[in-house]
């Protein structure tokens, strides 16, 4: 089991993190994702290794930017 934790900007509210959540649940492998609008954070929580230009891409195809919190 693997947790990461990125840096998300852009986000301003509830609607903005299910939009987060939604697309970063998809990636293959994600069994978990929090997102908090108020912290600007998503945490996800993996089977194994995942791919961060996955879960980039899923943020951004969300509508907002991420970085990985080392």
């Known amino acids: 089991m693997s947790t990461i934790t990125y840096a998300v900007t852009g986000m301003t509210c ?4 299910l939009s987060v ?3 970063v649940s998809e990636v293959a492998g994600v069994q978990d994702v ?5 912290t600007g954070t998503l945490i996800v929580t993996s089977s ?3 791919d961060d ?3 980039l891409r899923a943020v951004d195809e969300a509508g ?3 970085v ?3």
Not at 14 to 17: F, K, L, R, V
């Open 53 to 55: 230009t996955q879960i």
């Open 64 to 66: 907002y930017s991420a």
């Open 48 to 50: 194994g290794p995942v």
């Open 34 to 38: 929090e997102v908090s609008a108020t």
């Open 14 to 17: 509830g609607h903005c993190e």
């Open 68 to 70: 990985r919190v080392a």
């Open 21 to 23: 959540q939604e697309e």
